[in-house]
Nanobody, 131 residues
Framework: QVQLAESGGGSVQAGGYLRVSCAASGGIFSSYAMGWFRQVSGKEREFVAAINRSGGTYYADSVKGRFTISRDNAKNTVYLQMNSLKPEDTAVYYC?????????????????????????WGQGTQVTVSS
């Protein structure tokens, strides 16, 4: 089983940037599809970005053009670079992992955007954007 640990959250003014990281351990990182979600207290966890085993990416419309998801398999880490931050980006950010066995080529066009599709989660990191 894989364990996930997010880091890099913090407070920033609107228009600023942050990069959050998610370090994985206990599994073969390259065998997992990864995703970032966020959650505001009292609301459901919502999809932000996904990256498949081949490095293909997919984004929620609300962050497209501002956020970039990437992965470094040598470091067992997935990143979310967040630029042009807005107050509505304020949330706890979680990374999720989904085991995707077999050849990476099987998943070239596959992206997981629902929470139930991920079996492993980190503890989250708070991102606060002030106006």
């Amino acid at each position: 089983q894989v364990q996930l640990a997010e880091s890099g959250g913090g407070s920033v003014q609107a228009g600023g940037y942050l990069r959050v990281s998610c370090a994985a351990s206990g599994g073969i990182f390259s065998s997992y599809a990864m995703g970032w979600f966020r959650q505001v207290s009292g609301k459901e966890r919502e999809f932000v970005a996904a990256i498949n085993r081949s490095g293909g990416t997919y984004y929620a419309d609300s962050v497209k053009g501002r956020f970039t998801i990437s992965r470094d398999n040598a470091k067992n880490t997935v990143y979310l670079q967040m630029n042009s931050l807005k107050p509505e980006d304020t949330a706890v950010y979680y990374c999720g992992a989904r085991f995707a066995p077999g050849s990476a080529s099987l998943y070239t066009s596959t992206f997981y955007t629902s929470t139930f599709q991920y079996g492993y989660w980190g503890q989250g990191t708070q991102v606060t954007v002030s106006s």
